[in-house]
Nanobody
Framework: QVQLVESGGGLVQAGGSLRLSCAAS????????MAWYRQAPGKQRELVAS???????NYRDSVKGRFTISRDNAENTVYLQMSSLKPEDTAVYYC???????????????WGKGTLVTVSS
């Protein structure tokens, strides 16, 4: 079994910073893309940032220059460093990991349970 454990959400004032973490554990053979999505109230879930196994990153335009995604392959962990936070960044942030479990011939997408980020003005 595979589990994703997220941490780091909370309440912060506009202009502040937060760091989200998501650790994958269990019977994992390899991890491919890791990413962070977010969903604000009344809105659809959207991709915030992703990072491939080779370290290639991608960001949505609204967070470029403010957010940084990184990963620690030894710890099966992905991070999202968020700076210059804005009230419109308020959302539940979900970790996404595409991985191959042990004794599997295909990849599976796993989602974290979400962590709430609230940015006050």
């Amino acid at each position: 079994q595979v589990q994703l454990v997220e941490s780091g959400g909370g309440l912060v004032q506009a202009g502040g910073s937060l760091r989200l973490s998501c650790a994958a554990s269990g019977s994992i053979f390899s991890i491919n893309t890791m990413a962070w999505y977010r969903q604000a109230p009344g809105k659809q879930r959207e991709l915030v940032a992703s990072i491939t196994g080779a370290g290639i990153t991608n960001y949505r335009d609204s967070v470029k220059g403010r957010f940084t995604i990184s990963r620690d392959n030894a710890e099966n962990t992905v991070y999202l460093q968020m700076s210059s936070l804005k009230p419109e960044d308020t959302a539940v942030y979900y970790c996404y990991v595409n991985l191959r479990p042990m004794q599997s011939t295909y990849n599976i997408a796993f989602w974290g349970k979400g962590t709430l980020v609230t940015v006050s003005s």
